[in-house]
């Protein structure tokens, strides 16, 4: 017998059970208090239940648009969707195409996991790892039966079974195509990746074992830790856009049962790697320069920019904050080039002596000055058939821009005392974390070089806008890490993961790699990476952060928590918790009932924007429409 449909308003009626009657399932007993738990300690009433979510669900058509949460929503036609999905498998091909999918299922996986974290910051791990089946069946994308699902958070292992109803993609594969030999929810498949990834700050791989569209009665998945699978390269294989990224679970060194691991690439078959050139000049170990690590629709945009202009010859000028990752994008720029088994040549601009510019550049010959004992080449000349990166171009001179701008001109160099020229075959790359045009503007770079170097710019965006890639960078650099420091770390517990998704990493990636070596090597081995491990170098959380405590009558207080840092660890340490002694008084949270302190944020937003509702519904990190029903909802006037 189907089941009845209901509207958001049905669901606000019948908060109270609803969760059985959407998922199909009977209460269980109460969640556990522990990290960890399996399918006996989850409850269908633990927050957030289905009406909690559903609060999250705004309609806003008087402007067009529908929220969950701050993200915006658009509701399309599931034959639309299809359509589409005919049409990239028909265009670009299966394997292509399912890539794509893919990677669009785990970035919506993702966005919602962040939602959860965001949204019910104190649910226990069990409860959210069960509103991704909630927020899944909301979204109507398909209706989620649990058969187990288990979590070890001491280990870091996870490991799910899971039976997929009404699947919205099966319907559309199949009204296509037919019932085939091969799986099709793909997009279902990379948002339970990418959901529960994210959710536990490690990698978890599905895979779908059943499937509607190949014949089965209904489709059957299973999620495991990355580790855990024999094979994963394969699942991994659609997660990028690109065969030059990286897949860092998959490099695990050593796991259960002993089984050692070898580095593999998605977009390609297992086994393959990209080709390797490393410069006498530039040495670095293979195993950090032959991974890049992403799979957000940002780090995606920065690939694809790279692969189009990885064949030509053309100059590419990278920008970025600090951090991002410039290096290894203009090292595997060289590495997917025609040029790759030539020199790859890195100079660090802002490290050369203003009087040694030339010098480093372009060479000496011997004489030419006090010292200089023999003749050198310089870096243009070693470079010579390869690939030339200038980092920190910006910091520059403008005498030594002069000088470098003649040598890209004419592709000739003229050693330091030399009477001749020495023609260069040179691809550049440069990188800056300044604002070039504004350099140009203020007189402190030449306007000609810069429109030379600015031949095709490729911007890599800062780590706080390519989230979604946070709990692969966290996998990836802590397998690392332990093969390198020699430690047996499982993973991270949950305050640490929230702790990482709060912070907002201003030394970008390179201090997300900082912070988690200098955990491993913290941490006691076989325990998790906890908040004082990593923030042990005096490092503050975003402030202001506050954690959301619901209880079962419906009430719930607000805890303002500490800042990520030093402070965090002398309000708690491991010690005290396991000895059950209380923080000190001057580190007891303030606790204040829930309404009064959600009233006050709201007066408060709306007194900072002078009544203006849009300005303060910025300022609060929501949208309009949230902010105009709560507002309604307190009588604020």
Not at 598 to 622: D, H
Request: glycine share 10%; aromatic share 6%.
């Amino acid at each position: 017998m189907p089941k009845r449909r209901i509207s958001l308003a049905d669901l606000n009626r019948t908060a109270i059970g609803l969760g059985q009657t959407l998922l199909g399932t009977t209460p269980a007993p109460p969640p556990h208090a522990l990290g960890g738990f399996d399918t006996q300690g989850i409850s269908q009433h633990a927050h957030p239940t289905v009406a909690d979510i559903s609060e999250c669900l705004f309609f806003s058509p008087g402007d067009g648009r529908i929220w969950l949460q701050d993200q915006r929503m658009v509701l399309l036609h599931a034959e639309a969707l299809g359509a589409l999905r005919r049409e990239l498998i028909d265009s670009i091909g299966l394997d292509k195409a399912r890539g794509l999918l893919t990677r669009a299922g785990y970035v919506s996986g993702a966005r919602d996991a962040r939602l959860v974290r965001q949204q019910w910051p104190g649910a226990e791990p069990q409860a959210a790892a069960i509103a991704g089946t909630r927020l899944h069946a909301l979204e109507g994308v398909v209706q989620v039966e649990v058969v187990h699902v288990r979590y070890d958070a001491e280990r870091g292992d996870y490991d799910g079974e899971f039976i997929w109803h009404n699947s919205s993609e099966d319907d559309e594969h199949i009204a296509a195509y037919g019932v085939g030999g091969s799986p099709a929810c793909w997009m279902q498949v990379g948002y339970a990746t990418g959901y529960v990834s994210t959710l536990f700050g490690r990698m978890v791989v599905f895979r779908e074992v059943e499937c509607r569209s190949s014949g089965a009665a209904h489709c059957r998945v299973v999620g495991k830790s990355a580790e855990r699978w024999d094979d994963p390269a394969q699942d991994l294989f659609y997660l990028n856009a690109q065969d030059f990224v990286g897949t860092p679970p998959a490099e695990l060194a050593n796991m259960p049962g002993g089984k050692a691991r070898r580095t593999t690439y998605l977009g390609m078959p297992p086994g393959k790697t990209p080709t390797t050139a490393r410069a006498a000049d530039h040495p670095a170990e293979a195993a950090t320069h032959s991974t890049m690590v992403g799979a957000s629709s940002a780090f995606n945009a920065a690939c694809h920019m790279l692969q189009r202009v990885a064949p030509t010859n053309a100059t590419v000028l990278f920008t970025g904050e600090s951090g991002v990752g410039k290096e290894m994008f203009a090292s595997m720029l060289h590495r997917i080039s025609p040029r790759s088994s030539q020199p790859f040549v890195a100079v660090n601009c802002a490290a050369i002596p203003e009087t040694l510019v030339e010098s480093e550049l372009f060479g000496v010959e011997r004489g030419a000055y006090t010292g200089a004992g023999n003749s050198r080449p310089g870096r243009f000349e070693r470079a010579h058939g390869g690939t030339l990166f200038l980092d920190e171009i910006g910091t520059l001179s403008l005498v030594a821009q002069g000088k470098l701008l003649r040598a890209l001109q004419e592709g000739e160099v003229e050693r330091v005392g030399g009477t001749r020229t020495v023609r260069v075959d040179v691809r550049l790359v440069a990188a800056t974390n300044v604002d070039l045009r504004q350099a140009v503007r203020e007189g402190t770079f030449r306007e000609d070089l810069f429109y030379r170097l600015n031949v095709f710019p490729i911007h890599l965006p800062p780590l706080r806008e390519r989230r979604d890639d946070i709990p692969l960078l966290m996998s990836h650099f802590l397998a690392h890490y332990q093969r390198k420091h020699q430690r047996q770390v499982p993973g991270f517990s949950q305050a640490a993961v929230k702790a990482m998704f709060h912070y907002t990493f201003p030394g970008n990636i390179r201090e997300l790699q900082n912070l988690i070596e200098r955990a491993v090597i913290l941490a006691t081995d076989g325990e998790p990476l906890e908040p004082h491990h990593l923030f042990a170098g005096g490092e503050q959380s975003g402030g202001g952060l506050m954690s959301l405590n619901l209880q079962g009558n419906g009430r719930g207080t607000l805890h303002a928590q500490a800042s990520t840092g030093a402070g965090m660890r002398a309000s708690r340490t491991p010690a005290a918790a396991k000895a059950g002694a209380a923080p000190s008084p001057a580190a007891a949270p303030v606790v204040v009932p829930l309404h009064q302190a959600e009233a006050q944020m709201l007066r408060q937003a709306l007194q900072s924007a002078g009544g203006n509702v849009a300005l303060a519904a910025r300022l609060l990190g929501i949208s309009r429409a949230t902010m105009a029903y709560r507002i309604r909802k307190f009588g604020i006037g």
